[in-house]
């Protein structure tokens, strides 16, 4: 039967009524995401443009900074060269031509790659030029772009010229400085143009109006952009001409005081902003095509947030706990377990032990190589660490350099021992990251944890301790704990107090080792040494102050003591070299040239007779910074000796790249050498390496005839050791100059056959 009208127009009201909802549901639902996506869209294209203008002003910041360090680092290599008290004598007092061209001109160009050289004197005259492709014809104009630089120095200008760009900073022409590095155009180009004035700090005291002038220049060229694009990861960072401005690209520019361009640089970006917007759209597109789906994706969206939170909470507990870099537990944790350990070894559990391990020599890994290879090599300790022990052992980070470790094993120091050994053991063997061979050390603190153990606190001071007692001891090894090491370490501070205090009021005394030519009758030198009588205490012997100084850091004032003590003594000692030992710590300051030449100069003492002894540890992961200093010092006249070679690394990289002058055998081989053969062979290898390499070899430590006589064989060139002398003070062997006769040794040969 048809339906009637009256259940038509019901039907007709339903539907009309079920569009309506869907019109009033829908359409609001699509508006409202409609909406929010053109929001999301306006505030992406936003964004991207904001993070494109902050990009870009970013780059220009580095690129200013990357000229002004590029200005900095020309004028300190030239004042490396100008500013040395050599160059004050041949510049200055007695121009020597042929030292600028050489010691100035060609080491400026070949070793820092400088593109130009000039010296002026008093008078302004030019006494040195050399310019690469520049043409007598240019002369003039030469003279004409160091007049900046110039009357900056001479104190003739009120205000920097127009056209340059002081990238030191607060340069005032009022009071002019010693040196300057300006920006400017040089024959057309732009360049970095350094100048220093020569003289001591007393012939510029008065200001730089009559003194030298020696200036560099190295032009902004292809190579100098290509290493600062590489260096600030730019693309195709390049030189344009002020009215080009490159479609695409990128454009800064170096202005002068007055916001006048010196030049102008261009450069693909690689815009943030676009990569954003190119990871957005997709996602917007499919919003866009996913309108029936929003309920269901935002279901999803807070299923899988509720999901995130639980594991974030997880991750962030975790993150609490655990060391970002290996991770490893960290303190808190290990605080927590190491309380769980006591609590069970006073319950009748096993006993265990604390193993706290700190790494030798990994700041200066960090110092040298960079905090990602010293990152890296924590790893590759974390690993070593957890391979050596059982999975019930707890291995914690408890900060930059130091591990702990809680193991369950027997408390007798055999046991402990044994364990320590294999720690060292695995983690001194040498390391292979990123191309560099790093080998590093391992001192260990043993607590052993019993059932009078009280707290965390307590277990964790005596393993401390016991690490201090085994980093004095010479580390690379392991100390257990015991009672007596809290008075020892209180015995130590005090013991380090009066150190200070004696270096401070001159309370150390220098003793001296001669040194003899291979026959044993000639003193050729002398070996400083430091010896400390306490006032209550007695003589204090250097195994126990020095590594105290060491540990302190006073070994720093120590070794500039010694250094001006040896150099004041060796004044009356004509014709003989002083030898002064010089530690790591010291040698890696950056003001060690400073203070050598320093105390040079106020002592007066003849750099070519002073020896500075330095060993292989010191030139570890130090090898740029070491160059340069050995370089400077061997340029004033400063001899280098490699003591103790054998036993460290004995890298022959060293030996070609360093400039030694000795080598210094140590005289653990030379007691060997009548009971070890291969004693007696490194002996031999030792002296023809040194002769190949045009080195003098002396050995350490000879105390028999037969000693003698084999090292005079082998062709050692000098020795010491108490058949030749013991140490003793500067009036003892004043005395011996005076009457060598008095302190011949006898003929080896003689003395053997008499023996036998």
């Known amino acids: 039967m048809p339906p009637s009208a009256q259940e038509r127009i019901a039907e007709e009201i339903k539907g009309s009524r079920w569009g309506h909802a869907r019109v009033?549901?829908?359409?609001?639902?699509?508006?409202?995401?409609?909406?929010?996506?053109?929001?999301?869209?306006?505030?992406?294209?936003?964004s991207a443009q904001r993070a494109d203008e902050v990009s870009f002003n970013r780059q220009q910041q580095l690129i200013q900074r990357a000229f002004a360090n590029q200005g900095?680092?020309?004028?300190?290599?030239?004042?490396?060269?100008?500013?040395?008290?050599?160059?004050?004598?041949?510049?200055?007092?007695?121009?020597?031509?042929?030292?600028?061209?050489?010691?100035?001109?060609?080491?400026?160009?070949?070793?820092?790659?400088?593109?130009?050289?000039?010296?002026v004197d008093g008078s302004d005259q030019f006494k040195f030029m050399r310019f690469r492709a520049a043409p007598d014809a240019a002369s003039a104009r030469v003279r004409a772009d160091l007049a900046p630089s110039l009357d900056l120095l001479r104190g003739r200008l009120t205000a920097l010229p127009g056209g340059t760009l002081d990238v030191l900073g607060g340069q005032s022409p009022q009071r002019p400085g010693r040196r300057t590095a300006l920006i400017q155009h040089f024959l057309g180009r732009p360049a970095i143009v350094a100048a220093v004035a020569v003289g001591t700090a007393a012939d510029l005291s008065a200001g730089n109006g009559g003194a030298p002038?020696?200036?560099?220049?190295?032009?902004?060229?292809?190579?100098?952009?290509?290493?600062?694009?590489?260096?600030?990861?730019?693309?195709?960072?390049?030189?344009?001409?002020?009215?080009?401005?490159?479609?695409?690209?990128?454009?800064t520019e170096l202005v002068d005081a007055r916001d006048d361009p010196i030049a102008h640089f261009a450069w693909t970006p690689s815009p943030p902003g676009r990569e954003v917007v190119m990871s957005v759209l997709p996602f917007i597109a499919v919003a866009l095509a996913g309108f029936a789906l929003l309920v269901g994706l935002v279901i999803r969206h807070m299923r899988h947030t509720t999901r995130a939170i639980a594991a974030g909470e997880s991750q962030l507990r975790h993150l609490a706990l655990h060391d970002p870099i290996c991770g490893l537990p960290n303190r808190i944790y290990f605080a927590e377990r190491l309380e769980t350990a006591i609590c069970e070894v006073r319950g009748g559990?096993?006993?265990?032990?604390?193993?706290?391990?700190?790494?030798?020599?990994?700041?200066?890994?960090?110092?040298?190589?960079?905090?990602?290879?010293?990152?890296?090599?924590?790893?590759?300790?974390?690993?070593?660490?957890?391979?050596?022990?059982?999975?019930?052992?707890?291995?914690?980070?408890?900060?930059?350099?130091?591990?702990?470790?809680?193991?369950?094993?027997?408390?007798?120091?055999?046991?402990?021992?044994?364990?320590?050994?294999?720690?060292?053991?695995?983690?001194?063997?040498?390391?292979?990251?990123?191309?560099?061979?790093?080998?590093?050390?391992?001192?260990?603190?043993?607590?052993?944890?019993?059932?009078?153990?009280?707290?965390?606190?307590?277990?964790?001071?005596?393993?401390?301790?016991?690490?201090?007692?085994?980093?004095?001891?010479?580390?690379?090894?392991?100390?257990?704990?015991?009672?007596?090491?809290?008075?020892?370490?209180?015995?130590?501070?005090?013991?380090?107090?009066?150190?200070?205090?004696?270096?401070?009021?001159?309370?150390?005394q220098a003793a001296y080792q001669p040194i003899v030519n291979a026959s044993g009758d000639t003193v050729i030198g002398v070996e400083a040494l430091a010896r400390w009588t306490h006032?209550?205490?007695?003589?204090?012997?250097?195994?126990?102050?020095?590594?105290i100084a060491e540990h302190s850091g006073l070994i720093v004032e120590l070794g500039e003591w010694m250094l001006r003590r040896a150099c004041l003594d060796g004044k009356n000692w004509s014709g003989v070299t002083v030898a002064v030992n010089?530690?790591?710590?010291?040698?890696?300051?950056?003001?060690?040239?400073?203070?050598?030449?320093?105390?040079?100069?106020?002592?007066?003492?003849?750099?070519?007779?002073?020896?500075?002894?330095?060993?292989?540890?010191t030139l570890l992961g130090n090898m740029e910074t070491a160059e340069l200093s050995m370089l400077r010092l061997k340029a004033t006249g400063v001899r280098f000796a490699l003591d103790d070679f054998g036993t460290g690394y004995s890298s022959l990289l060293y030996l070609r790249r360093f400039p030694f002058d000795k080598l210094k055998i140590d005289s653990s081989f030379v007691r060997a050498i009548e009971k070890a053969p291969d004693a007696a062979a490194i002996v031999h290898a030792v002296v023809s390496l040194g002769r190949g390499l045009g080195m003098k070899v002396t050995a350490e430590g000879v105390e028999t005839a037969e000693q003698h006589l084999f090292l005079r064989a082998a062709g050692v060139h000098s020795m010491q050791g108490y058949r030749f002398g013991r140490p003793g003070p500067a009036s003892d062997f004043s005395a011996r100059l005076a009457s060598p006769r008095d302190y011949r040794v006898s003929n080896p040969d003689q003395e053997i056959a008499l023996a036998s």
């Open 349 to 508: 559990g096993p006993s265990a032990a604390v193993f706290y391990i700190d790494l030798d020599h990994f700041k200066d890994v960090n110092d040298t190589l960079g905090h990602h290879i010293g990152d890296e090599l924590i790893l590759n300790v974390t690993q070593r660490l957890s391979r050596i022990l059982r999975g019930s052992d707890l291995v914690a980070r408890l900060g930059g350099d130091e591990f702990a470790i809680i193991t369950t094993c027997a408390s007798d120091s055999y046991s402990l021992q044994a364990i320590a050994g294999r720690i060292i053991a695995a983690v001194c063997a040498p390391y292979l990251i990123n191309g560099h061979n790093i080998i590093i050390g391992a001192s260990i603190g043993i607590a052993a944890i019993d059932r009078r153990a009280r707290d965390a606190a307590d277990i964790l001071r005596y393993a401390d301790m016991a690490l201090y007692r085994a980093k004095n001891e010479g580390r690379n090894r392991a100390c257990i704990y015991d009672a007596a090491m809290d008075a020892d370490l209180s015995n130590r501070k005090l013991l380090e107090g009066d150190l200070h205090y004696a270096i401070q009021n001159d309370g150390l």
């Open 582 to 617: 010089v530690s790591p710590l010291q040698f890696r300051r950056s003001d060690f040239v400073e203070v050598v030449e320093r105390i040079l100069k106020e002592t007066e003492f003849d750099a070519s007779r002073l020896e500075l002894e330095i060993t292989e540890s």
């Open 72 to 119: 900095a680092r020309v004028l300190q290599q030239l004042n490396s060269v100008a500013g040395t008290p050599p160059a004050v004598t041949a510049i200055r007092t007695d121009y020597d031509a042929q030292w600028v061209a050489q010691h100035v001109g060609n080491w400026l160009e070949t070793c820092f790659g400088h593109d130009g050289v000039a010296v």
């Open 535 to 547: 006032p209550s205490l007695g003589i204090i012997p250097p195994s126990q102050f020095i590594p």
């Open 24 to 46: 009033s549901l829908v359409v609001p639902i699509g508006v409202i995401v409609a909406v929010a996506i053109i929001c999301v869209i306006v505030a992406v294209l936003s």
């Open 213 to 251: 002038i020696v200036f560099s220049v190295q032009y902004i060229d292809g190579t100098m952009l290509r290493q600062i694009g590489n260096d600030l990861q730019l693309s195709d960072l390049h030189e344009i001409g002020t009215t080009a401005h490159p479609t695409g690209e990128y454009v």
